[in-house]
């Protein structure tokens, strides 16, 4: 785990532009929370948020209830310096995904591009059962990672690919999906990456 929090500290040096990543405005991730239909003081968590732009329209649409977690506390230092006073309306996270244990349920677990970095069948079964446990009865499970006509490293590191199939199976026992999707996504390097969103809700 010392290992993971010093690979991404060390990521964390770039710029925001620098990542294959950057979204100045994440528009299918804020659609799909909308879609969520969920009311806006409920609790939304952002799950490897880093310096993501995600919460900066979030609380521009009236979201009240955000949480970002992300294992580097240099990007979380950044996303606070980028808000600003905004800053404090949001609960940050300092976290391995796999060592977060809330206290809360969330109405809505938002993940783009960290659980496929999720290699070992030990992880995904452990981030599966966090994820079941922290998303309240009926709330919503949003997450994108790299479709298997995606990119097969990232940041240095190996990740799964993920079909529309193989999300639902590796999820389907405690979430029904709504939607699947794949999506391409141009970088700021003007390449393209594919990647696969679904959207379940807890059953």
Request: glycine content about 4%.
């Amino acid at each position: 785990m010392n290992n993971r929090f010093a690979h991404w500290q060390k990521v964390y040096e770039k710029t925001e532009q620098e990542f294959s990543w950057y979204q100045s405005y994440p528009e299918t991730s804020v659609k799909l929370i909308q879609e969520s239909r969920v009311c806006l003081s409920d609790p939304i968590i952002d799950i490897g948020g880093g310096d993501s732009h995600l919460v900066d329209a979030l609380l521009a649409l009236g979201y009240s209830n955000l949480s970002v977690l992300d294992i580097s506390a240099r990007a979380i230092e950044r996303a606070k310096e980028r808000l600003g006073e905004l800053s404090q309306k949001i609960k940050w996270i300092v976290s391995d995904v796999l060592a977060f244990k809330p206290a809360e349920k969330f109405a809505v677990w938002h993940d783009r591009a960290t659980f496929h970095f999720l290699v070992e069948e030990a992880n995904v079964v452990e981030y599966r059962e966090n994820v079941a446990t922290a998303i309240r009865h009926e709330g919503k499970f949003i997450l994108g990672a790299f479709s298997i006509n995606g990119p097969s490293k990232c940041s240095g590191l190996p990740v799964l690919q993920y079909s529309e199939s193989k999300m639902i199976e590796t999820f389907g026992h405690d979430f029904q999906k709504e939607k699947c999707f794949e999506e391409e996504h141009q970088t700021p390097f003007n390449t393209q990456q594919l990647f696969q969103f679904c959207l379940f809700s807890k059953t």
